[in-house]
């Protein structure tokens, strides 16, 4: 038997790897093999033809897509990007523009989030400074004041419930020692998932020309967020209340409801169809955005994104008919 040479044949299309094992009669062999961070589509499949060996890709449980799926009766015409995928049997089952940057808004908190759980505790102290009295028009505010002592349980629940922006600081600060350090984290996390669209400048999303992110990024980073116990416990809950120290003190009162209308009660998802949480984004830039976790009647999970929709009731309205394609 001939060992496979290290030189990879262009009949085999890379998946968003440093380096892959390559596995052959002449053992396990680590092949390095860069990678392009902002190439036209996320994710490639790796085939080899080589009877001799095989490669392991980087997307052996992902769900792969590299052009546009919209066969059906799905009317997306109000968002700009749109996709649906089967978690279980890593299938996309639609795709419009999966693959296209744009701004995210504050399902940016998602990947806040997520390196939030990996790295902290949830009963560890996180103290707000001068920086949470943010003053972009728009902005959402969970209220705290310089000084606020909240659990980083409580700031989770204040960033995925209430989507507050200075809870998303508050943890940036208390993760990284800063704004601009937390960024790098989130680079540096989404580069690791794959998510190679995508360039994160905030942990909240407030509108930025170099802060962006695809659908596909998105369900590669809302994917692996789901993982995590706390975070599904959160983005399934309808309201939150618990007590903080304000900068005096002095017991203060907390209090939040979801901003996803699935959840409330006010927008309908297909019969057969579970909504089991998400996220909402909402900017003038981004549009209005969401990401949604929802299972079918087998109890199946999916994913489902939308970015840049026209407005609100739009977004609903074709989230709904995306979730349509959910087979039972």
């Known amino acids: 038997m001939k060992c496979i040479n290290k030189t990879i044949n262009k009949s085999l299309l890379f998946l968003l790897m440093g380096s892959i094992l390559l596995l052959s009669g002449c053992g396990k062999k680590e092949l390095f093999i860069p990678y392009e961070t902002h190439s036209s589509i996320s994710a490639y499949r790796i085939y080899s033809e080589r009877a001799q060996g095989s490669i392991q890709p980087f997307a052996t449980n992902l769900a792969v897509v590299d052009g546009d799926k919209t066969e059906g009766e799905v009317d997306m015409s109000g968002a700009a990007a749109a996709g649906l995928f089967d978690v279980n049997n890593k299938n996309t089952l639609y795709a419009k523009s999966v693959h296209a940057p744009l701004e995210p808004a504050s399902l940016t908190k998602v990947l806040t989030a997520l390196i939030a759980l990996k790295e902290g505790n949830k009963e560890d102290i996180l103290t707000a400074s001068e920086n949470v009295l943010i003053q972009e028009s728009g902005a959402t505010l969970c209220g705290f004041m310089p000084g606020d002592q909240i659990t980083l349980e409580q700031a989770l629940h ?11 600081v508050m943890i940036a600060e208390y993760n990284a020692g800063s704004v601009e350090a937390f960024a790098e984290k989130m680079n540096k996390e989404a580069l690791r998932l794959g998510a190679t669209n995508s360039h994160f400048i905030n942990p909240h999303g407030l509108s930025d020309a170099n802060h962006y992110t695809t659908v596909y990024d998105m369900y590669l980073i809302f994917l692996e967020a789901i993982q995590k116990n706390e975070f599904n416990e959160i983005i399934q809950r309808t309201e939150y209340k618990s007590v903080y120290k304000n900068q005096k003190g002095e017991d203060k ?8 209308l699935y959840l ?3 927008a309908s998802p297909p019969g057969n169809i579970t909504v089991m949480g998400g996220k909402t984004g909402t900017t003038r830039a981004a549009g209005s955005c969401l990401v949604l976790l929802s299972k079918n009647a087998g109890g199946n999970p999916f994913i489902s994104v939308i970015l840049k929709a026209e407005n609100g009731e739009t977004l609903y309205a074709e989230m709904t008919d995306l979730l349509e394609e959910i087979p039972n």
């Open 253 to 260: 009162e907390m209090s939040f409801k979801t901003t996803n």
């Open 264 to 266: 409330q009660g006010e």
């Open 158 to 168: 204040g960033l995925l419930m209430k989507s507050g922006n200075d809870a998303a």
